[in-house]
């Protein structure tokens, strides 16, 4: 036997050992159906993906739905469901294990089915939306009637031919499949796009609504067990008959509709009446009526003879009548005597009161109380011209004394003004003249020590970028750009450190140049 480290064969790595191992599996097996019981999910995640194990008695395997099969998954995985799982058996290098990748999922035989449906349908009827209180009565006659079904089979053809026989109603078809993985989406699509229709128009909302489908296994109808159409069938608005498969096939959207037809032709039925029963019923009624009025015409018309037959003669009932219309007449005629009597004596005590308050009588007073008001003013006036002229002439007198005074006081004041005018025009002159030699005097200054005179004696202003003086090297980068300010312009350059022993002093010397010239 050869010694295992002996041997020749090469190494391989953890890598290559799982990748080959990845391959055999793939290549081996492919894709598989697989029967277990769905335990330990979790997902969706939130990348999308699911993640659970099947298992049987004595084994079980990894599983993984990808986030886009998992989309477009019919059945769900669930806790518990005994499932059969069509995928890719492949490993998993991180872990060194293997794993199926679900690509179809269904439940295992019709145990599975029935009670995923009985727990799907106790969760609905929590929910309330079997109650029968909220279900609707269907209109007797709808104008408009809204079938969901496919467009291919038997059972649109069925439903029209039903209805056209009792009733010719107008009929709105939404074409839906229902079977396959995308037939309950569609379903409930339909219903909603149905009660989305407008109330008026062409195309108006019908008034009731047919989900129809032939008979089939529970697996071919299963999409109307589907939660979202059975949500749909509850929320819908206009009143929803079901008829699904045969008499005997109950689905989940049976218990949400507002009634359930034992078949499609059936759901027709109850949709619409029998037009020619509608027709004979409005005849009898019509027959019953006609005749329910002569009876009662005759009875009335006997009722009325014999009324007249009790009626007394016309002129017993009018005569006493007319000996008290005299009495009220003759009675009449007295008080309106009396009332016109009255009436013109009153009339005569109005007309005595009126003349004396006419205007004419009242004008007369007025102008009689207005001559002995003028008079009385006239009085007034000339006592009154004889006081206020002597007070007149007092006051003139007055007023002439004053008036001199007046002129001599203004005469004073105005040699006093003018003398006030001239002093304050000299002492205004001499204040101007002192400001301005010492304004002269600072000019002087300012030209003799200002820094431009510096920069004429052979000086330099150094700045840096930012226009600020620089007084010490050390504040100088080396590679600093620089301004160099003379008496006659300015210069840029560039600042570097001098190492040659020969040019210190003059780099010395020309740096105090620098700091001097800082200085101003």
């Known amino acids: 036997m050869q010694d295992p480290a002996n041997s020749n064969a090469p190494p391989l790595s953890v890598s290559e050992l799982s ?46 739905i990808w986030k886009g099969v998992f989309a477009r998954l019919k059945t769900k995985p669930q ?55 909220r279900k609707r009565p269907l209109p007797f006659l709808p104008g408009c009637i809204g079938i969901v079904t496919s467009p291919t089979g038997a059972v649109i053809r069925d439903i029209l031919h039903r209805i056209a026989e009792r009733f010719p109603r107008h009929v709105v078809v939404w074409p839906v499949r229902v079977q396959g993985e995308t037939s309950a989406a569609e379903i409930a699509a339909a219903i909603d796009g149905l009660n989305a229709l407008p109330e008026r128009g062409s195309s108006r909302r019908p008034d009731v609504i047919i989900v129809a489908r032939g008979g089939g296994s529970l697996e071919d109808l299963w999409s109307f067990n589907e939660e979202i159409v059975v949500r749909a069938a509850a929320r819908s608005l206009v009143p929803l008959i079901a008829a699904v498969g045969h008499e005997t096939d109950w689905t989940l959207i049976d218990h949400a509709a507002d009634l359930r037809a034992p078949t499609p032709t059936a759901a027709a039925e109850k949709a619409v009446p029998v037009r020619s029963e509608l027709a004979g019923a409005l005849a009898e ?50 008080v309106r005597l009396r009332l016109r009597n ?47 002229k002597q007070g007149l002439n007092h006051f003139v007198a007055r007023l002439g004394g ?17 003398g006030l005018a001239d002093r304050m025009k000299h002492g205004w002159d ?91």
Do not use: W
């Open 19 to 64: 990748a080959a191992l990845k391959r055999t599996v793939e290549d081996r097996f492919g894709f598989v159906r697989v029967r277990g019981e769905i335990s330990n999910y979790r997902g969706p995640h939130s990348s999308g993906h699911a993640y659970f194990c099947l298992k049987d008695q004595s084994a079980r395997i990894d599983a993984v």
């Open 79 to 133: 806790e518990g469901l005994e499932v059969i799982a069509t995928g890719k058996v492949t490993t998993h290098p991180g872990k060194s294990t293997y794993q199926i990748i679900v690509e179809a999922l269904e439940p295992a035989g019709i145990g599975a089915l029935m009670a995923l449906v009985e727990e799907r349908r106790r969760n609905l009827a929590a929910e309330g939306l079997f109650d029968e209180a």
């Open 285 to 334: 009624l019509g027959r019953r009526h006609g005749a329910a009025a002569l009876r009662g015409l005759d009875r009335r018309r006997g009722d009325f003879r014999a009324l007249v037959r009790a009626l007394p003669q016309s002129d017993a009932i009018f005569a006493l009548r007319r000996q008290q219309l005299d009495n009220f007449e003759s009675r009449l005629n007295g």
């Open 342 to 388: 009255r009436a013109q004596l009153g009339l005569a005590r109005l007309s005595h009161r009126l003349a004396q308050q006419s205007p004419f009588a009242k004008m007369g007073r007025a102008v009689e109380r207005l001559k002995a008001l003028q008079q009385r003013l006239e009085r007034c006036r000339t006592v009154g011209h004889d006081g206020r």
């Open 402 to 418: 004053s008036r001199a005074a007046r002129i001599r006081f203004v005469c004073d004041a105005r040699v006093q003004l003018k």
């Open 430 to 520: 001499a204040r101007v003249a002192a400001r301005q030699a010492h304004v002269n005097g600072l000019e002087k200054l300012l030209c003799s020590l200002g820094y431009p005179q510096v920069l004429a004696r052979g000086f330099a202003l150094v700045r840096d970028r930012d226009r600020k003086p620089l007084r010490r090297a050390a504040e100088v980068a080396d590679g600093a750009h620089l301004d160099i300010e003379f008496f006659d312009g300015h210069k840029t350059a560039v600042a570097t450190t001098e190492n040659a022993p020969p040019l210190k002093r003059a780099a010395s010397r020309g740096q105090r140049k620098r700091e001097q010239g800082s200085l101003f």
